[in-house]
């Protein structure tokens, strides 16, 4: 028998009200050690509230949290150097340049002189910002913004790393660059907790969990998220796709459970059978017909022939919009 994996962040009941409003309602959590671990949900959603007790910001209402087996409420001051907090927001000093950033921020974290050298000089290499180390912070992009953020993070080398929505607001580019420095961080076995609205991002988490009014409502692997989707996804492509997004809205067939546009084509979660059966009248021949022949058929028979459906994987982006749905 395989030994379980150590889990290296645990809620428990997790609760914090604000007045009359619950932010956050009896969490359980189970972080895997060395995992990257996707906190997805709408604005609102308690993701902000949920890391920032986590990151022992904020106290619990109620319940608790560990990280790394230390509590959040009682072992406060053990708790913080093992962690690297990332709030949303740009929190450095703007008037200061990359470097002294890096290093102020160290030194607050109590790393030694010696050590900020070669840490602030590796991780500012590593992230293409040592050519600009001189400019300050506030004029640079916002992608550097997030890297500087990270660099500062990373100085005392902390074992978890809890990052609330690092690539908000960040261009398609620098968002690609920022997950490919935390593959790297994933691969020297960081374990990262990461809250994000990007169902591409989702893709990129060994561990996903989705929060809804405070509360998780699914979580587990890529996998097992996938999994509680019912029937198939499929793709419907034309030459109008919104005609045949309203044929398809216009059958009003059970089957059909979703459908929208996505990009030039239209997704549709199909959750009848992936084969019916049919004889003709004439004969005693049995026609067996997909999914994506059904689909097809149904477009055509309300006005959009030529269309041409395929299967695909269920991605995060397909499970959150269905599951999102769901009760707890």
Request: aromatic share 4%.
């Amino acid at each position: 028998m395989s030994t379980p994996p150590v889990v290296a962040l645990a809620a428990r009941s997790l609760t914090r009200r604000f007045g009359d409003l619950v932010a956050v309602d009896e969490v359980d959590l189970d972080v895997r050690a060395g995992s990257v671990f996707g906190l997805l949900g709408p604005d609102g959603a308690g993701k902000t509230t949920l890391i920032r007790m986590l990151a022992t910001v904020l106290d619990p209402t109620d319940g608790d949290a560990h990280v790394l087996g230390l509590s959040v409420t009682h072992d406060r001051a053990q708790v913080t150097p093992r962690i690297g907090y990332m709030p949303q927001r740009f929190c450095m000093y703007p008037d200061l340049t990359i470097a002294e950033n890096i290093d102020y921020f160290a030194t607050l974290r109590g790393v030694r002189r010696r050590d900020r050298r070669t840490r602030s000089a590796r991780l500012l290499e590593s992230m293409g910002l040592a050519e600009f180390a001189g400019m300050r912070s506030g004029t640079i992009s916002g992608g550097m913004k997030q890297k500087l953020m990270l660099a500062s993070t990373l100085m005392h080398e902390p074992d978890v790393l809890l990052l609330d929505e690092p690539t908000t607001g960040v261009d398609p580019v620098s968002r690609r660059e920022f997950w490919r420095l935390l593959a790297g961080l994933h691969r020297e076995g960081r374990t990262i907790l990461v809250a994000t609205p990007y169902m591409d991002e989702a893709e990129r988490c060994t561990d996903i969990a989705f929060l809804r009014g405070g509360a998780i409502t699914i979580r587990g692997t890529q996998s097992d998220v996938a999994a509680r989707v019912p029937g198939v996804l499929l793709e419907v492509g034309g030459a109008a796709p919104r005609d045949v997004l309203g044929a398809l809205q216009a059958a009003d067939d059970p089957r059909l459970r979703s459908a929208h546009l996505h990009g030039d084509v239209v997704r549709v979660l199909w959750e009848g059978p992936t084969e019916s059966s049919s004889a003709s009248p004439d004969s005693a021949a049995v026609h067996h017909d997909s999914a994506t022949r059904l689909v097809e058929e149904i477009a055509a028979h309300h006005g959009v022939p030529g269309v041409v459906a395929r299967r695909l994987r269920v991605d995060m982006e397909a499970a959150f919009a269905v599951l999102a749905q769901e009760r707890t």
